[in-house]
């Protein structure tokens, strides 16, 4: 069936409702071309979210999501009490030439992307350099203890053995995968032995793992709404379908995931603490969800994300603990823990599914890279892993809490900001009086001119954004520079005019 296409009369914009991309990216895209192509003159008048919104059919929050992006990126400006307008300082190079051919239109020249390759591209922008405050997921690399590191490479490689230097085994460095896996037993409750631990270079090359191995393309795929775009992308290069199904206070919501999933293979879950929003799964929806996957004859992936941090009480258990069929695929990572270019992650598999995936393993990537697994194998077999988390767990939570008091005394009518038992970032919600005025695009923004980093909450949802706010990442900014940050934040949207 092909897809059903809308027209807006007041501006030549076409959107898809049967498209992967979202309603406001795709917006977004059509009025950007009109831009770059001349069609839209500089200074040229947009019609109001309003009347653009009646006319395509689509909520007003999705044109104004749509505008904000635009409004960020400085292709329109906003004029107060006039709407908004086509920028008029746009650089002369940039503007007139003729649009760029849709990837997705047949046509495969040396500059087109392929139908897939423009899903992948449009799930994140491109990279950029990221301060410390307020980026999620960033460890506070300056606590770590790098002599004991250096002293346990140096060890490994200063007589290594003729082992190491040749190809590898494809589930990686045995002594590792042992130790990963009286970690997992003794920390998270996962239930396997070393055979069923694979090492893998992070956790969405396990998750495209995975999917490669589990699924046909075509297949359905459920998706965390928001979830981690590192999913959507990997699970999208393996040519999955996405069915997104909403998250609340308890978790994936199982019962509307069934609703929307006619027949799914895959159905991946940060059940631990769920990414962008926090939240734990509850029992009795892992309970669910256990139950579910084995009437539908379908793979639950676990995403293990930030489990370590937990600040009330011990980790919660895995779901993978919990399985008794056979089912959970187990994911976790090293990167976030200890450092971002350590680039080492593990899945768990099934015991039955061991020598699928390690031939899989062969075929795509052959081995993981054998350069730091001596020395995180020492690291966690002599203790020093396990102190290490340890004493993040009490520095980060003391970050918290000062993110979360300096927030209610300095922005209360710009953010609303409330502590989590777990993590190393809280999803803020902007305020009423702020998100009337812009969006949690042009918000993000904003506060980065003046050199602070906070990702908006909507660019993780993959439909329509249901909350704005920011992503505050506190784990790498020292406590008594909180207040100082949060300061600059704060100065910056309230001095933003009003859209």
Same mark, same amino acid.
């Given at each position: 069936?092909?897809?059903?296409?809308?027209?807006?009369?007041?501006?030549?914009?076409?959107?898809?409702?049967?498209?992967?991309?979202?309603?406001?990216?795709?917006?977004?895209?059509?009025?950007?071309?009109?831009?770059?192509?001349?069609?839209?003159?500089?200074?040229?008048?947009?019609?109001?979210?309003?009347?653009?919104?009646?006319?395509?059919?689509?909520?007003?929050?999705?044109?104004?999501?749509?505008?904000?992006?635009?409004?960020?990126?400085?292709?329109?400006?906003?004029?107060?009490?006039?709407?908004?307008?086509?920028?008029?300082?746009?650089?002369?190079?940039?503007?007139?030439?003729?649009?760029?051919?849709?990837?997705?239109?047949?046509?495969?020249?040396?500059?087109?992307?392929?139908?897939?390759?423009?899903?992948?591209?449009?799930?994140?922008?491109?990279?950029?350099?990221?301060?410390?405050?307020?980026?999620?997921?960033?460890?506070?690399?300056?606590?770590?203890?790098?002599?004991? *590191?250096?002293?346990?490479?140096?060890?490994? *490689?200063?007589?290594?053995?003729?082992?190491?230097?040749?190809?590898?085994?494809?589930?990686?460095?045995?002594?590792?995968?042992?130790?990963?896996?009286?970690?997992?037993?003794?920390?998270?409750?996962?239930?396997?032995?070393?055979?069923?631990?694979?090492?893998?270079?992070?956790?969405?090359?396990?998750?495209?793992?995975?999917?490669?191995?589990?699924?046909? !393309?075509?297949?359905?795929?459920?998706?965390?709404?928001?979830?981690?775009?590192?999913?959507?992308?990997?699970?999208?290069?393996?040519?999955?379908?996405?069915?997104?199904?909403?998250?609340?206070? !308890?978790?994936?919501?199982?019962?509307?995931?069934?609703?929307?999933?006619?027949?799914?293979?895959?159905?991946?879950?940060?059940?631990?603490?769920?990414?962008?929003?926090?939240?734990?799964?509850?029992?009795?929806?892992?309970?669910?969800?256990?139950? *579910?996957?084995?009437?539908?004859?379908?793979?639950?992936?676990?995403?293990?994300?930030?489990?370590?941090?937990?600040?009330?009480?011990?980790?919660?258990?895995?779901?993978?603990?919990?399985?008794?069929?056979?089912?959970?695929?187990?994911?976790?990572?090293?990167?976030?823990?200890?450092?971002?270019?350590?680039?080492?992650?593990?899945?768990?598999?099934?015991?039955?599914?061991?020598?699928?995936?390690?031939?899989?393993?062969?075929?795509?990537?052959?081995?993981?890279?054998?350069?730091?697994?001596?020395?995180?194998?020492?690291?966690?077999?002599?203790?020093?892993?396990?102190?290490?988390?340890?004493?993040?767990?009490?520095?980060?939570?003391?970050?918290?809490?000062?993110?979360?008091?300096?927030?209610?005394?300095?922005?209360?009518?710009?953010?609303?900001?409330?502590?989590?038992?777990?993590?190393?970032?809280?999803?803020?919600?902007?305020?009423?009086?702020?998100?009337?005025?812009?969006?949690?695009?042009?918000?993000?923004?904003?506060?980065?001119?003046?050199?602070?980093?906070?990702?908006?909450?909507?660019?993780?949802?993959?439909?329509?954004?249901?909350?704005?706010?920011?992503?505050?990442?506190?784990?790498?900014?020292?406590?008594?520079?909180?207040?100082?940050?949060?300061?600059?934040?704060?100065?910056?949207?309230?001095?933003?005019?009003?859209?």
């Amino acid at each position: 069936m092909s897809p059903r296409v809308d027209h807006a009369a007041l501006l030549p914009i076409l959107i898809e409702r049967d498209e992967t991309r979202p309603l406001h990216r795709q917006i977004y895209e059509e009025i950007q071309g009109l831009i770059l192509s001349g069609r839209l003159g500089r200074g040229a008048r947009l019609p109001s979210s309003r009347a653009l919104a009646a006319e395509l059919g689509v909520s007003r929050n999705t044109v104004a999501a749509a505008f904000d992006q635009l409004l960020a990126e400085g292709y329109i400006e906003g004029r107060v009490g006039a709407g908004s307008f086509v920028a008029s300082d746009l650089p002369e190079e940039g503007v007139g030439t003729p649009p760029r051919p849709d990837p997705a239109a047949g046509s495969k020249g040396p500059g087109n992307l392929s139908r897939r390759g423009a899903m992948l591209a449009a799930i994140t922008g491109g990279h950029r350099r990221r301060s410390p405050a307020f980026t999620p997921g960033l460890p506070d690399m300056t606590a770590f203890p790098f002599e004991i *590191w250096s002293r346990l490479m140096a060890k490994a *490689w200063r007589h290594p053995p003729a082992s190491l230097l040749m190809h590898g085994d494809p589930a990686g460095y045995a002594p590792l995968r042992r130790a990963i896996a009286g970690y997992l037993a003794t920390a998270r409750g996962v239930r396997c032995d070393a055979d069923q631990v694979i090492v893998v270079a992070g956790a969405q090359q396990a998750i495209g793992l995975a999917a490669h191995v589990l699924t046909d !393309e075509g297949e359905e795929a459920v998706v965390e709404d928001p979830g981690y775009p590192g999913v959507r992308g990997a699970l999208l290069a393996a040519g999955l379908k996405l069915v997104h199904a909403p998250v609340d206070s !308890e978790g994936l919501v199982v019962s509307e995931a069934a609703l929307r999933a006619a027949a799914p293979r895959l159905i991946c879950v940060a059940p631990s603490h769920q990414y962008p929003l926090g939240v734990t799964m509850s029992l009795a929806r892992r309970l669910q969800l256990l139950d *579910w996957a084995q009437r539908a004859d379908a793979w639950v992936v676990e995403d293990d994300y930030d489990s370590e941090y937990r600040y009330l009480g011990r980790p919660l258990a895995a779901l993978q603990g919990m399985d008794r069929a056979g089912r959970v695929v187990y994911v976790g990572s090293f990167s976030k823990v200890l450092f971002p270019s350590l680039r080492v992650g593990y899945l768990v598999v099934p015991e039955a599914l061991v020598d699928s995936f390690l031939r899989a393993r062969r075929a795509l990537d052959d081995h993981p890279s054998s350069v730091a697994q001596p020395a995180l194998t020492a690291f966690i077999e002599e203790g020093h892993f396990a102190a290490h988390i340890r004493r993040m767990r009490k520095l980060y939570a003391g970050r918290q809490a000062a993110l979360v008091e300096a927030a209610e005394r300095i922005l209360p009518d710009l953010v609303r900001v409330e502590a989590s038992p777990s993590g190393m970032h809280l999803a803020s919600r902007l305020m009423p009086d702020l998100r009337a005025r812009m969006g949690d695009v042009e918000a993000a923004a904003t506060i980065a001119a003046r050199g602070i980093t906070a990702l908006p909450l909507s660019g993780t949802y993959a439909q329509e954004p249901a909350e704005h706010g920011l992503l505050l990442g506190y784990a790498a900014v020292p406590a008594e520079e909180m207040a100082g940050k949060l300061a600059r934040m704060a100065e910056a949207l309230r001095a933003a005019a009003p859209r």
